[in-house]
């Protein structure tokens, strides 16, 4: 089963939140939680997401309201005007269609 838009964007930002993990609390001198490195190929993904979402938020609330949790999306979405829903229906749309086809390409070192 294919990915929503929403966890696309999901899983490409738990990928950001592995980078730069310390491995010790200092408060509390209590060890972190185990970092797992993300992978070339997993970062390239989540950098082309990333991009997806930038290229088609016209608004400029598509990327919050995807990052957002599902309680305070839906008190977002309550908050829009009704006309800035459908130019983020469509900016939805458009961005789903680009996932699809496979992102936008992103160079990689290798």
Known sequence: ???TLRQHVQKAESYFTTLG?????????????PKV?????????AI????????????GRLGPLLR?????QEEMWRRIPEGMRE?????????RKKLRKGG???ASRD
Do not use: F, N
Not at 37 to 45: F, M
């Open 1 to 3: 089963m294919p990915l």
């Open 21 to 33: 993990v310390r491995t010790l609390i200092p408060h509390k001198g209590l060890p972190a939680p």
């Open 37 to 45: 490195d993300a992978t070339p190929k997993q970062l390239i993904y």
């Open 48 to 59: 082309s997401v990333r991009l997806v979402i930038e290229r088609c938020d016209s608004t």
């Open 68 to 72: 957002a949790s599902d309680d305070l």
């Open 87 to 95: 130019v983020l229906d469509k900016d939805k749309r458009l961005a």
């Open 104 to 106: 936008i390409p992103v």
